[in-house]
């Protein structure tokens, strides 16, 4: 509905007075087509893929998606943690361990393959 009323539209809010002019006057009729919700004909039937059968049993895809994800996701982490100041502190600490464990138990074969000599 565009009316021009002293070089300004009629609705314009800013034109008190010519604002609502004509208002009950008929617009212009606009033939349409009307198309009905849903599919194309042509398109097939398909359920969106949730990842679940039916019966809802996880599909082999979906889980396999999970996995693989969660297997990236820990892949990741561990690299992005060994990448800081505290990843490395504690990648030094855990090494330290691995050391003494290893010499504690060589200590401790030593001290049996004492005792077995001496028997």
């Known amino acids: 509905m565009k009316q021009v009323h ?3 539209i009629a609705t314009d809010p800013n034109n008190l007075r010519g604002y609502g002019d004509n208002v009950g006057e008929p617009e212009e009729i606009v033939d349409a087509e009307v198309v009905p919700a849903g599919p194309s004909p042509g398109a097939p039937l398909t359920p969106p893929e949730t990842g679940y059968t039916a019966d809802g049993v996880p599909t082999f895809e979906s889980v396999r998606e999970k996995i693989e994800t969660r297997f990236g996701r820990s892949v990741g982490s561990t690299e992005l943690a060994s990448e800081t100041p505290e990843g490395r502190r504690v990648e030094e600490q855990y090494e330290a361990r691995q050391r003494a ?19």
Do not use: F, K, N, T
Request: a negative charge; charged letters at 45%.
């Open 101 to 119: 464990a290893h010499d504690r138990l060589e200590q401790i074969r030593a001290s049996m393959r004492d005792e077995s000599d001496q028997a």
């Open 6 to 8: 002293e070089g300004r």
